[in-house]
């Protein structure tokens, strides 16, 4: 079982920058569509932007523009630039393989922590 640990969010003033890593413990590249979700406190976990094995992206209209989805050169790695920050952006971010609109591959990682303030 792929293990992930997602890394980089912190407090950031809205405008601002962050970019979140996501390392598997194994490779992910053969894995058709890798996401970014998040969960802000009291909602459900949404999913922000994904990727396809073939560098096909998608967004949440949310984050559109502002966010970027990338894969990085190692075969275990997942990134997402986040730009322009809003404080409704405040939530926990997680990764995961995409296995339908409602399931995921993985067991869930232990996220990383975004705060944005106004």
Do not use: H
């Given at each position: 079982?792929?293990?992930l640990v997602e890394s980089g969010g912190?407090?950031?003033?809205?405008?601002?920058?962050?970019?979140?890593?996501?390392?598997?413990?194994?490779?992910?590249?053969?894995?058709?569509?890798?996401?970014?979700?998040?969960?802000?406190?009291?909602?459900?976990?949404?999913?922000?932007?994904?990727?396809?094995?073939?560098?096909?992206?998608?967004?949440?209209?949310?984050?559109?523009?502002?966010?970027?989805?990338?894969?990085?050169?190692?075969?275990?790695?997942?990134?997402?630039?986040?730009?322009?920050?809003?404080?409704?952006d405040t939530a926990v971010y997680y990764?995961?393989?995409?296995?339908?609109?409602?399931?995921?591959?993985?067991?869930?990682?232990?996220?990383t922590q975004v705060t944005v303030s106004?």
């Amino acid at each position: 079982q792929v293990q992930l640990v997602e890394s980089g969010g912190g407090l950031v003033q809205a405008g601002g920058s962050l970019r979140l890593s996501c390392a598997a413990s194994g490779s992910i590249a053969s894995i058709n569509n890798m996401g970014w979700y998040r969960q802000a406190p009291g909602k459900q976990r949404e999913l922000v932007a994904s990727i396809t094995s073939g560098g096909i992206t998608n967004y949440a209209d949310s984050v559109k523009g502002r966010f970027t989805i990338s894969r990085g050169n190692a075969a275990n790695t997942l990134y997402l630039q986040m730009s322009s920050l809003k404080p409704t952006d405040t939530a926990v971010y997680y990764c995961n393989a995409i296995l339908s609109r409602t399931l995921v591959i993985f067991s869930w990682g232990q996220g990383t922590q975004v705060t944005v303030s106004s």
